[in-house]
T-cell receptor, first 113, second 113 residues
Framework: GESVGLHLPTLSVQEGDNSIINCAYS??????FIWYKQESGKGPQFIID?????DKRQGQRVTVLLNKTVKHLSLQIAATQPGDSAVYFC????????????FGQGTELSVKP | ETGVTQSPTHLIKTRGQQVTLRCSSQ?????VSWYQQALGQGPQFIFQ???????GRGNFPPRFSGLQFPNYSSELNVNALELDDSALYLC????????????FGPGTRLTVT
C-alpha cells in the first residue's frame, strides 16, 4: 500500500541547534515531495519541496534531502528558533494521482530556549 | 497567510445531521482539494476539484460530496454525520490540475456529538 511515515514522532532541540526531521516513503513512483509546518490551530504551511530528479534543495534556514535509493526524505532546520516549534509533515505526490497528497503522521518539534 | 479562507471556523453537529463547509481559493488558483485531519494524524485526501469537475477522490464514502463554483470557491458536504467524522477539515488551493504546490486554509473544526 501507499504510505509516508516518520521515524520519530517527537523531537526536542535546544534553541540555536540544528534540527533534522526524517521521513520514509514507500511508493518508488512518487516524483514530488513537500514539507509542511503546522502550528496549533492552523492549517499546514508550505515550507519547501523537492522533485525526484533532485537530491538536495535549500531554502531559507531549511534544506531538504532526498535519497531515492532508500526512499528517505529529511528536513534540516539550521539555527532552530522557538518559532520553529510545530508539527512537521512530509507529503508525497505521485503524478499519476493528480493532485492527491499523501501525508505522514507528523513529527512534533519542540525548541527549548 | 495563504489567501485561502474557510468557513465556519468551528462547528458542532449531531450524529445523523448534514453539514456544508466552504472554501475560497487563493486568487489565480483554479483547483481545490479537501482533506480530513483527525487529531494527531496527518491530513487524509478526500477529493479534488479542477474547473468545477471532480479530479480524483480518496477513500471516503459517497456521503462526502463536493462542489466547485465558477469563481473556483468550493463546498464540502457531509451527509448522515457519524461520530468519527469529527476532525479538522482542510481546504487547499493550487494553480492547476496537476499542480503539486498546495496552499492550505486554516481549516474548519467539526465536532459530531
Amino acid at each position: 500500500g501507499e504510505s509516508v511515515g516518520l521515524h520519530l514522532p517527537t523531537l526536542s532541540v535546544q534553541e540555536g541547534d540544528n534540527s533534522i526531521i526524517n521521513c520514509a516513503y514507500s511508493n518508488s513512483a512518487s516524483d514530488y515531495f513537500i514539507w509542511y509546518k503546522q502550528e496549533s490551530g492552523k492549517g499546514p504551511q508550505f515550507i519547501i519541496d523537492i522533485r525526484s530528479n533532485m537530491d538536495k534543495r535549500q531554502g531559507q534556514r531549511v534544506t531538504v534531502l532526498l535519497n531515492k535509493t532508500v526512499k528517505h526524505l529529511s528536513l534540516q532546520i539550521a539555527a532552530t528558533q522557538p518559532g520553529d516549534s510545530a508539527v512537521y509533515f512530509c507529503a508525497e505526490n505521485n503524478g499519476n494521482q493528480g493532485g492527491k497528497l499523501i501525508f505522514g503522521q507528523g513529527t512534533e518539534l519542540s525548541v527549548k530556549p | 497567510e495563504t489567501g485561502v479562507t474557510q468557513s465556519p471556523t468551528h462547528l458542532i453537529k449531531t450524529r445523523g445531521q448534514q453539514v456544508t463547509l466552504r472554501c475560497s481559493s487563493q486568487s489565480g488558483h483554479n483547483t481545490v482539494s479537501w482533506y480530513q485531519q483527525a487529531l494527531g494524524q496527518g491530513p487524509q485526501f478526500i477529493f479534488q476539484y479542477y474547473r468545477e469537475e471532480e479530479n480524483g477522490r480518496g477513500n471516503f464514502p459517497p456521503r462526502f460530496s463536493g462542489l466547485q463554483f465558477p469563481n473556483y470557491s468550493s463546498e464540502l458536504n457531509v451527509n448522515a454525520l457519524e461520530l468519527d467524522d469529527s476532525a479538522l477539515y482542510l481546504c487547499a488551493s493550487s494553480g492547476g490540475q496537476t499542480s503539486y504546490e498546495q496552499y492550505f486554509g486554516p481549516g474548519t473544526r467539526l465536532t459530531v456529538t
